[in-house]
């Protein structure tokens, strides 16, 4: 996990000696009461997301762009003058010897002083209070409420507790390629109109917001970004005070930037992944802002005069979407995940409890508490919008999962989406009537997201995230009216001069359109670029296709559809090769392999072969590497549950003892804490691949068939399966190892090439990257080798680390050679992260391809035995291949293939086939192609398939991309 970049010198030692406390955990309260210490940390009941006593989690740095004002609108900018530097109490002293620390701080970001992981080496308590002993000249930032500090200036601040020193280099130039860390937190409600004329927008990748001043004909200018934490994912605007209020969604905070001074001046801790904000001032002389909290399955009320928390209630899961009634006094949240429960889901033999049905929760905002839910709305719940002119009319955005088929193809439409009619006038929310509008009638609309009305009364909007469009819907009827091309994932909707407007947020693009020309569907919108993005392009270029509807056969659904952001939507399907399976999250999916849940398949590109075929699309090998590269960048964010730092409480170190002694890690091992082996394991007569734990916390529901919704439940079947029998007392102390994981662990998140790749392009770029900033001089702690004989030596180059990379320097690989890199296990981070075991990549290099052999093929097989299939290839740059079977016409079934074109031949690897005859290995095929075109991909061959019983004549034709 990436919390900073951070220079420790010497007091990286300090990491392993200096313990911080932990409460016991507190008896929960009853339902519905919330109770707080020290006026914003809660003890919560239900799902809590850290210890007793334990603070808000830190969640990684900031932005490198420095905060500037806004353009000037006339108004002057508060002059606050000069503060004087805080004082220190004559009569404290630190406890042992004095921390004397060096970090580097982004601008943007805030430092907890009750427990942050910049500061991890304070723990979550101190007996002195915080002060500052010397700020940048300029800067105005002061302590707030004793706990927080927000600096608003670039150079050196100096923070002293007692007679500990450290000094803090806050930088605007910390986040760019080689730093930039794939959290994939994606915006909620990244716009917000401001004062007339001006919006703000949130751009998560880039740690920043941006005002942009529209000018009477609708022209857009955009201010500079401002730093604004990690992952803004959400905004929301405070008129009166002129703030505008931040999800910092990586930060577990609420953030609060000055309009006129253009800077964020405070942050309040939240809760865990806060992903959508509303302004509520319905109560005199009250104003709070309502947040959701998407990782804790809660909403937070948030004081914004005292800068506090002062109610927190439990909702559904993943919570995203928020409406507000002022004058009826409710909030409804929508909770993005539900179940199989849903409307269209599969019936099971084990219900899922009743929390996974929680879709949509409404709350009263004046007394703080739970009125009830409103269950089985549907499956991704998206965005809400109340009817300014009906109250009782509530419109939900959202998507079914039809997973109760019995398989899942490219032609089965696997996901409805629509909306959802919900007449909240009642007071029983469990008895709220619920009408679906289909959005597909005329054309799939997936993905449907954001929702505003038009303020001349006459259409609703919605923002159709997976598939690229803006959706105009008669406000009245719901009947769609035209489609606007909208960029790649639209989010967001606000209106100002006479403008709608939509973030285009994988093209990091701002768009609007004139409202008179909405209905026409001709206008063209005016576009601006926003943010300053640090994604590398190729990690880009992999997550356009990943959140694209548009690219499958019938442009419906995505792979963030069942993935989305790279976790799970907690149901179960029949799809791919491995029969009624649950959702596997992407998130440091690199170095796990074999993928599937049976294992089936070697590397990711094999797995992105499969999505193909899944989807019907057609692509590029060029394109699944891409996508390739995307998902094995999507790493899990800092663990919630730890002590700052990722250090371990002291229960899950006991549980950690437990795991061991248990014998968990026979198969939980390795720097990912799975040995990448296929077992038998809990599901019973099945081959399961060992998954990893890391962040497993975050991906319920569990287990190969979703069987386990808790991880109590989790950890009980995995004691049993390897016969324990342990103390309750031991059993929660493990149970807290697991969800703390990967806690202080430094661990690989993507290679390239892919782990167990064959047929590598000789000038493949070779880089590995981790989770953290790697410490710098650390470059003989990797090698690059080449097998020769029965031994490995070494291949001549250097080693280069910049950020959390490790490149290698050297000429052309040799063909078709067999190499290694390996890692050494004293690798560590700036934060003092080491890995969990020593890391070892293999892959192989092959010889040039001359032609492509992607695409669809009908293979007409004759000899003792004839028939057609048809198989689809993808071919890599180095030229391997992987196939899959599209149509095996009753002579053959088979998992899938795999070879490498070298020249103009295509060989493919001894397979077992499925026949009439029972199984049967084809030890090998051979297929001499042809270009007959010119394009560079073949177009037909000839060749022959050996297997031990007869040899097969092949003929081969390329029929399809």
């Not at 929301?236 to 253009?262: C, E, K, N």
Request: net charge negative; glycine share 12%; aromatic share 8%.
């Amino acid at each position: 996990m990436w919390r900073s970049l951070v220079l420790m010198g010497a007091v990286l030692l300090l990491f392993g000696c200096i313990d911080a406390p932990s409460g016991e955990p507190a008896a929960p309260p009853p339902e519905g009461v919330v109770v707080y210490d020290g006026g914003f940390e809660l003890l919560e009941w239900g799902r809590p997301d850290r210890e007793p006593g334990q603070p808000p989690r830190d969640r990684g740095p900031g932005r490198r762009d420095a905060a500037q004002p806004m353009a000037d609108r006339g108004a002057p900018a508060v002059d606050r003058g000069p503060r004087p530097v805080d004082a220190r109490p004559p009569d404290c002293r630190s406890v042992g010897e004095p921390i004397i620390a060096e970090i580097e701080l982004p601008l943007g970001e805030t430092l907890f002083f009750d427990g942050d992981d910049y500061l991890a080496f304070w723990g979550i308590s101190h007996p002195c209070p915080p002060r500052i002993d010397r700020q940048p000249g300029g800067s105005t930032a002061r302590i707030e409420a004793g706990a927080r500090l927000t600096p608003d200036a670039t150079g050196e601040w100096v923070i002293g507790r007692g007679d500990d020193r450290v000094t803090v280099s806050v930088r605007d130039d910390l986040l760019d390629e080689d730093t930039f860390l794939n959290f994939n937190y994606s915006p909620s409600h990244p716009l917000a109109a401001g004062d007339p004329g001006w919006l703000w927008v949130a751009s998560p990748q880039s740690n920043t917001v941006q005002a942009i001043d529209v000018d009477a004909d609708g022209s857009p200018r955009a201010g500079e970004p401002i730093p604004v934490g990690a992952w803004p994912t959400s905004v929301a605007w405070w008129a009166d005070a002129r703030m505008l209020l931040v999800t910092q969604t990586a930060r577990d905070s609420l953030g609060v930037l000055d309009a006129d001074r253009g800077a964020l001046v405070d942050a309040i801790p939240v809760g865990d992944e806060p992903a959508a904000v509303v302004l509520d001032a319905s109560e005199p002389g009250r104003r709070l802002a309502w947040v959701a909290l998407s990782g804790a399955d809660a909403v937070a009320a948030v004081d914004l005069d005292a800068r506090r928390v002062i109610a927190r209630i439990e909702t559904g899961r993943d919570p995203r979407a928020l409406a507000l009634d002022p004058a009826r006094g409710r909030l409804y949240v929508a909770s993005m995940l539900s179940s199989n429960a849903h409307p269209q889901g599969r019936a099971e033999s084990r219900p899922p409890p009743e929390s996974t049905r929680r879709d949509i929760t409404v709350i009263d905002t004046r007394q703080l508490r739970r009125i009830g839910f409103v269950p089985e709305v549907g499956t991704l719940l998206r965005g809400l919008w109340l009817d300014p002119d009906n109250s009782d009319r509530l419109v939900v955005s959202l998507t079914h999962a039809r997973n109760r088929q019995a398989t899942i193809q490219a032609t089965s439409r696997p996901q409805a989406h629509g909306l959802a009619v919900v007449d909240v006038g009642g007071d029983d929310p469990a008895r709220f009537p619920v009408e679906p509008i289909d959005l597909d009638r005329r054309q799939p609309a997936p993905g449907p997201f954001s929702l505003a009305g038009t303020p001349d009364g006459r259409w609703l909007l919605t923002s159709l995230s997976a598939g690229n469009a803006l959706l105009v819907l008669d406000r009245d009827s719901l009947a769609e009216r035209t489609r606007l091309p909208a960029g790649a994932t639209p989010r967001g909707l606000a209106f100002t001069r006479n403008h709608v407007w939509t973030y285009a947020w994988l093209d990091d693009e701002l768009l609007g359109w004139p409202l008179a020309d909405l209905e026409s569907g001709r206008a063209e919108p005016l576009r601006l670029i926003v943010g300053a993005d640090p994604t590398p392009p190729r990690i880009k270029a992999g997550q356009r296709i990943y959140y694209d509807a548009t690219f499958s056969a019938r442009g419906d659904f995505a792979c963030n559809s069942c993935h989305p952001d790279g976790l799970v939507d907690g149901l179960v399907w029949n799809l791919l090769l491995d029969g009624d399976v649950n959702t596997l999250p992407f998130r440091n999916v690199g170095g796990t392999d074999p993928f599937l849940w049976g294992g089936q398949l070697p590397t990711l590109f094999d797995f992105s072969r499969e999505v193909l075929r899944l989807v019907g699309a057609t692509a590029t090998g060029e394109q699944m590497e891409l996508l390739t590269e995307y998902i094995q960048s999507v790493t899990a964010p800092p663990n919630p549950h730890t002590l700052p730092g990722g250090r371990f409480t002291a229960s899950a170190q006991r549980g950690r003892a437990v795991f061991e002694a248990v014998g968990c890690v026979a198969c939980h091992s390795g720097p990912l804490l799975t040995n990448r082996q296929r077992v038998v394991g809990k599901t019973p007569g099945l081959q399961t691949d060992v998954p990893s734990l890391i962040g497993v916390y975050d991906t319920g529901p569990w287990g190969r068939e979703g069987q386990w919704y808790t991880m109590e439940e989790i950890v009980d079947a995995g004691l049993d399966f390897v016969g324990a029998d342990v103390a309750p007392g031991q059993r929660d102390d493990l149970v807290d190892y697991i969800r703390q994981l990967p806690g202080d662990l430094l661990y690989l998140t993507s290679a390239r090439p892919l782990s167990g790749s064959r047929s590598v392009y000789h000038r493949v770029p070779i880089e590995l990257a981790f989770n953290g900033v790697l410490a710098p001089g650390q470059a003989d702690a990797f090698a690059l080798e080449r097998q020769v004989g029965d031994g490995w030596r070494p291949v001549p180059g250097r080693w280069r680390i910049s950020g959390r990379y490790a490149r290698f320097e050297g000429g052309e690989l040799p063909f078709e050679s067999t190499f290694r890199i390996r890692v050494d296990a004293a690798l560590q981070s700036t934060l003092g992260q080491r890995l969990g075991g020593a890391i070892t990549v293999g892959f192989e290099t092959g010889q040039l391809p001359e032609l492509d052999s992607t695409g669809r093929w009908s293979w007409v097989l004759s000899g003792a035995v004839g028939g057609t299939v048809e198989i689809a290839l993808l071919q890599a740059t180095g030229g391997h291949v992987s196939g899959a079977l599209i149509d095996g016409d009753g002579i053959i079934d088979l998992d899938h293939l795999e070879g490498f074109v070298s020249g103009t031949t295509l060989f493919i690897d001894p397979f077992p086939v499925l026949s009439p005859f029972g199984e049967v290995m084809v030890e090998s095929a051979e297929i001499e192609l042809e270009d007959i075109d010119g394009d560079g991909f073949a177009d037909r061959g000839e060749g022959i398939v050996i297997t031990p019983f007869v040899d097969l004549d092949l003929t081969a034709r390329r029929i399809g991309p």
